[in-house]
């Protein structure tokens, strides 16, 4: 009975996994160049959103990265917020420090994130209006 190591080195112990590994490997090059010729290559407009929605999706119209931007930075600001109250025992300077470098330092990260995302948008619309 064969096994197959995984990425964190545990025995998977399954027969025929490695045969399952190739196929979902085959499978996938399969739909990345059929994905490739159907929604991302073709410039027509479709009549199917759900088509149009994957279309967008496949050629990076729709970004997913700006809402997971925005959901970790108030995960991150409300986790410094919360856990500056940990050194308020402490030492009160302590507790000011990092409260403020915790939650200005998260803004300025992010704002930067955001900085280059918009300057994407930006130079795509430049670019949509150069070529009209």
């Given at each position: 009975m064969g096994s197959v190591s995984n990425l964190f080195g545990l025995s998977l112990g399954v027969v025929g996994t490695d045969v399952w590994i190739t196929v979902a490997f085959v499978l996938a090059i399969l739909a990345a160049v059929g994905g490739y010729f159907f929604f991302v290559k073709p410039e027509k407009k479709y009549s199917n959103k759900i088509v149009t929605w994957c279309r967008d999706f496949l050629?990076?119209?729709?970004?997913?990265i700006v809402p997971i931007l925005k959901i970790t930075y108030i995960f991150v600001t409300v986790y410094f917020v919360l856990s500056a109250f940990s050194f308020i025992s402490y030492s009160f300077m302590t507790f000011i420090t990092y409260l403020?470098?915790?939650?200005?330092?998260?803004?300025?990260?992010?704002?930067?994130?955001?900085?280059?995302?918009?300057?994407?948008?930006?130079?795509?619309?430049?670019?949509?209006?150069?070529?009209k």
């Open positions: 050629n990076f119209q729709e970004l997913l403020l470098l915790g939650v200005v330092g998260t803004r300025v990260v992010y704002e930067a994130s955001m900085i280059l995302i918009g300057i994407w948008e930006n130079t795509k619309e430049i670019n949509k209006k150069m070529k």
